[in-house]
């Protein structure tokens, strides 16, 4: 192959370009980004007296722990609280235990800072709070006392004397058997936080947070998917109780399968946003619920004569995020909830895939929402969820479009977007990932195609239709990878883009495209000769350059958003190939810019590949985490802007061209 890359711009890339989709799946949120590290701590949407009511935690030495709701929560948010029930006879330290999201990290040099809430009409002992392996090494522990016949927050700190070879550690709460004998203490609200990401308050897991926060991703779209949905109207996720103290945060029964405890909550995600530099997109509960995922029959919808509440709730939420601190009811609230300068938001998302439920969204749902939005807040774009598209009144400018496939899907789709009209709409392609090697069924089971984890094979066919986006990014204006993380040890959904337990990560195959496209981003894309058409498949590429100075090709610099994460790229141009073939391919280039003078190429392909082996469906696990890692070189290029390159099978590269 002989590719020219010209001077030519064919179109400006949005910044908002590449990001994530998130939801609280998979312990994406508790258990994963968000450190927290006692599961269930407060009880929150479970039944008492039901087993689940006690997930995460045990007695410890006899012991009787059950979940109650007979006497006074800690908050009228928090009605459940521990009952422990100590026997008579009792020799030696007794009490209970929470195992973590399986597993405590527990780790030397690491300040732990806890708190829980105690009370009981009887016991007026002390209490010891301590990290210890399961075998009853103490690694850190800090005792306190006093307390009573009305709630009482305890606090506490401590550090590690060592740190453990194993997550296989627990949180242990115990009491002296002598002076707790015969008597009953209630618990409630319990929490421990390992040190986190820029040491924010109810902050993020430091590894999670770097990991995504090091791909530099430009939206956050935020914060469902099926998990705004709710399996009921009145499971949804509702804003207004993900906000202010833990304490008044009820949580809820979550869409894939656990309590939510909503301690990432609205702030947090639009201080993450703000953290990572990324334009939030605001998913709004629009009306309709998931009873039954399998049974569209059984999804309830609110009728248009009873939607103005949950359209009032809406604005209201907007302008908690928008509103004037001084001047506005919920502007105020933030304010005192220490946020003063309102957050910038412009693209709300009206629902989730309502393609499901077409009807309601077209004749009401749509126009209902958008229509008091925009009377209220003029400058906000509305993104629509009906793909294929439904008429809708307003006219929708924006809609996300969401695919789960195979390989093949994604690098016969690399052109998708090549002929769509310009007309003034935009795509949002608002999820998306490699699911499956099964053309005809991209999301059944692993035994039937499904992948456990993002393999090369499907990474190659991602960044394929990647660049068809970047390509196209003048109709399209956004895209999210989705899901995004899976802890290891209870999951609903594969693969996802970062797999974890409580002290392992792995970053994946569509990890390294996700990063190697978003990090080396242009301003513009410039046309190629040939350019990349389904006859020059299975080589796929898209060439971009960034002129930040205005000036060519020369050295320029990456994004610098809200004053802040200057990213020093300093590329000319940039080239991104994906070779989705099973041999090497040569490309011999001719660059229309002779000034460039020096080349960096970041790739992923596999050693091990070879199409007699078949390792095109190797992954990254956290058992072996490094089978596929970028590699960089680095080249001159002596003569007046002609080279060849070879790019390996089943391989990603992005070329970044320079003068130095
Ligand atoms: O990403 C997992 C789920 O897939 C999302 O919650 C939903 O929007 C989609 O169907």
Request: aromatic content about 12%.
């Given at each position: 192959?002989?590719l020219?890359?010209?001077?030519?711009?064919?179109?400006e890339i949005?910044?908002t370009?590449?990001?994530y989709m998130?939801?609280?799946?998979n312990?994406?949120g508790d258990g994963?980004l968000?450190?927290?590290?006692?599961?269930?701590r407060a009880?929150?949407?479970?039944?008492?007296?039901?087993?689940?009511?006690?997930?995460g935690?045990q007695?410890?030495?006899?012991?009787?722990?059950?979940v109650?709701s007979?006497?006074?929560?800690?908050s009228?948010?928090?009605?459940?609280?521990l009952?422990?029930?100590i026997?008579?006879?009792?020799q030696?330290?007794i009490?209970f235990?929470?195992?973590?999201?399986?597993?405590i990290?527990?780790?030397q040099?690491?300040?732990?800072?806890?708190?829980?809430?105690?009370?009981?009409?009887?016991?007026?002992?002390?209490?010891t709070v301590?990290?210890k392996s399961a075998?009853?090494?103490?690694?850190?522990?800090?005792?306190?006392?006093?307390?009573s016949?009305?709630w009482?927050?305890f606090?506490?700190?401590?550090?590690?004397?060592?740190?453990?070879p194993?997550?296989?550690?627990v949180?242990s709460?115990?009491?002296?058997?002598k002076?707790?004998?015969g008597?009953?203490?209630?618990?409630?609200?319990?929490?421990?936080f390992?040190?986190?990401?820029?040491?924010?308050?109810?902050?993020m897991?430091?590894?999670?947070?770097e990991?995504?926060a090091?791909?530099q991703?430009?939206?956050w779209r935020?914060?469902?998917?099926?998990?705004?949905?709710?399996i009921?109207?009145?499971?949804r996720w509702?804003?207004?109780e993900?906000?202010?103290p833990?304490?008044?945060r009820?949580?809820r029964?979550?869409?894939w399968?656990?309590s939510?405890?909503?301690?990432?909550?609205?702030?947090?995600?639009?201080?993450?946003?703000?953290d990572l530099?990324a334009?939030?997109?605001?998913?709004?509960?629009d009306g309709?619920s998931?009873a039954?995922?399998?049974?569209l029959?059984?999804w309830?919808?609110?009728?248009?004569?009873?939607?103005q509440?949950?359209i009032?709730?809406v604005?209201?939420?907007?302008?908690?995020?928008?509103?004037?601190?001084?001047?506005t009811?919920?502007?105020?609230?933030?304010?005192?909830?220490g946020?003063?300068?309102?957050?910038?938001?412009?693209?709300?998302?009206?629902g989730?895939?309502?393609?499901?439920?077409?009807?309601?969204?077209?004749?009401?749902?749509?126009k209902?929402f958008?229509t008091?939005?925009?009377?209220?807040?003029p400058h906000?774009e509305?993104?629509?969820?009906?793909?294929?598209?439904?008429?809708?009144?307003?006219p929708?400018?924006?809609?996300d479009?969401?695919?789960?496939?195979?390989?093949?899907?994604?690098?016969?789709?690399?052109?998708?977007?090549?002929?769509?009209?310009?007309?003034?709409?935009?795509?949002?392609?608002?999820?998306y990932?490699?699911?499956s090697?099964?053309?005809?069924?991209?999301?059944?089971d692993?035994?039937?195609?499904?992948?456990?984890?993002p393999?090369l094979?499907?990474?190659?066919?991602?960044a394929?239709f990647?660049t068809?986006?970047e390509?196209?990014?003048?109709?399209?204006f956004?895209?999210?990878y989705a899901?995004?993380?899976?802890?290891?040890?209870n999951?609903?959904?594969t693969?996802?883009?970062?797999t974890y337990?409580?002290?392992?990560?792995v970053?994946s195959t569509?990890?390294?495209?996700?990063?190697?496209?978003s990090?080396?981003?242009?301003?513009?894309v410039?046309s190629t000769?040939?350019?990349?058409?389904?006859?020059?498949?299975p080589?796929?590429?898209v060439?971009?350059?960034?002129?930040?100075?205005?000036?060519?090709?020369?050295?320029?610099?990456?994004?610098?958003?809200?004053?802040?994460?200057?990213?020093?790229?300093?590329a000319?141009?940039?080239?991104?190939?994906s070779n989705?073939?099973t041999?090497d391919?040569v490309?011999?280039?001719?660059?229309?810019f002779?000034t460039?003078?020096?080349?960096?190429?970041?790739?992923?392909?596999?050693?091990?590949?070879?199409?007699?082996?078949?390792q095109?469906?190797v992954?990254?696990t956290?058992?072996?985490?490094e089978?596929i890692?970028p590699v960089s070189t680095?080249f001159?290029?002596?003569n007046?802007g002609?080279?060849?390159?070879?790019?390996?099978a089943?391989?990603?590269?992005?070329?970044?061209?320079?003068?130095?």
């Amino acid at each position: 192959l002989t590719l020219r890359i010209t001077k030519n711009v064919t179109t400006e890339i949005p910044p908002t370009l590449y990001g994530y989709m998130w939801e609280d799946i998979n312990h994406s949120g508790d258990g994963g980004l968000y450190a927290e590290l006692l599961q269930n701590r407060a009880f929150q949407a479970v039944l008492p007296g039901t087993q689940n009511a006690l997930a995460g935690w045990q007695p410890f030495q006899g012991a009787r722990i059950s979940v109650t709701s007979k006497t006074k929560g800690v908050s009228s948010s928090l009605p459940n609280s521990l009952e422990v029930q100590i026997p008579k006879v009792v020799q030696g330290p007794i009490g209970f235990e929470n195992t973590g999201y399986w597993g405590i990290k527990v780790q030397q040099g690491w300040t732990y800072k806890g708190s829980f809430y105690a009370k009981s009409t009887s016991f007026t002992g002390s209490v010891t709070v301590s990290l210890k392996s399961a075998s009853g090494t103490v690694f850190a522990s800090k005792t306190v006392s006093g307390v009573s016949k009305n709630w009482k927050k305890f606090t506490f700190e401590f550090q590690p004397d060592s740190s453990s070879p194993n997550d296989n550690n627990v949180f242990s709460v115990t009491l002296d058997g002598k002076s707790a004998a015969g008597k009953t203490i209630n618990f409630g609200m319990f929490s421990l936080f390992p040190p986190t990401f820029r040491g924010r308050e109810n902050g993020m897991r430091i590894d999670l947070a770097e990991a995504l926060a090091a791909t530099q991703p430009s939206i956050w779209r935020f914060p469902g998917g099926n998990n705004l949905e709710g399996i009921s109207f009145d499971t949804r996720w509702k804003w207004n109780e993900t906000i202010g103290p833990l304490e008044s945060r009820p949580g809820r029964v979550g869409d894939w399968g656990y309590s939510n405890t909503d301690g990432l909550g609205l702030m947090e995600y639009l201080n993450w946003a703000e953290d990572l530099g990324a334009e939030p997109i605001l998913g709004v509960w629009d009306g309709i619920s998931i009873a039954n995922y399998s049974d569209l029959s059984t999804w309830p919808i609110v009728p248009e004569d009873d939607l103005q509440p949950y359209i009032d709730d809406v604005l209201n939420e907007i302008e908690f995020i928008v509103g004037d601190a001084k001047s506005t009811k919920w502007g105020k609230v933030r304010a005192s909830l220490g946020r003063e300068e309102p957050y910038a938001l412009k693209f709300i998302e009206i629902g989730n895939e309502d393609q499901f439920q077409p009807a309601s969204y077209a004749t009401y749902r749509w126009k209902d929402f958008v229509t008091a939005i925009s009377a209220k807040f003029p400058h906000m774009e509305f993104i629509a969820t009906t793909l294929p598209s439904t008429a809708l009144d307003p006219p929708y400018l924006k809609i996300d479009f969401h695919m789960y496939n195979s390989p093949s899907w994604f690098t016969t789709n690399a052109f998708m977007f090549d002929n769509y009209p310009r007309n003034g709409t935009q795509f949002f392609v608002g999820e998306y990932a490699v699911t499956s090697t099964n053309d005809a069924n991209a999301l059944g089971d692993l035994p039937s195609g499904r992948l456990a984890f993002p393999t090369l094979q499907g990474a190659a066919a991602e960044a394929a239709f990647m660049t068809g986006l970047e390509r196209n990014s003048d109709v399209v204006f956004a895209s999210a990878y989705a899901p995004s993380f899976q802890h290891i040890r209870n999951y609903q959904w594969t693969p996802d883009i970062i797999t974890y337990d409580a002290s392992r990560i792995v970053k994946s195959t569509s990890y390294y495209v996700q990063q190697m496209f978003s990090v080396n981003r242009g301003t513009h894309v410039l046309s190629t000769s040939p350019s990349s058409t389904a006859d020059s498949a299975p080589l796929y590429w898209v060439a971009s350059h960034h002129n930040e100075t205005g000036i060519v090709f020369i050295k320029v610099r990456g994004r610098a958003r809200n004053g802040k994460c200057p990213h020093a790229n300093s590329a000319a141009a940039a080239m991104k190939v994906s070779n989705t073939g099973t041999t090497d391919l040569v490309a011999n280039f001719f660059l229309d810019f002779a000034t460039a003078n020096f080349a960096t190429a970041i790739s992923i392909s596999s050693p091990l590949l070879s199409p007699i082996s078949g390792q095109f469906n190797v992954s990254n696990t956290l058992e072996e985490p490094e089978q596929i890692i970028p590699v960089s070189t680095s080249f001159s290029i002596p003569n007046a802007g002609r080279f060849n390159y070879t790019f390996p099978a089943t391989s990603v590269t992005v070329l970044s061209l320079q003068s130095v």
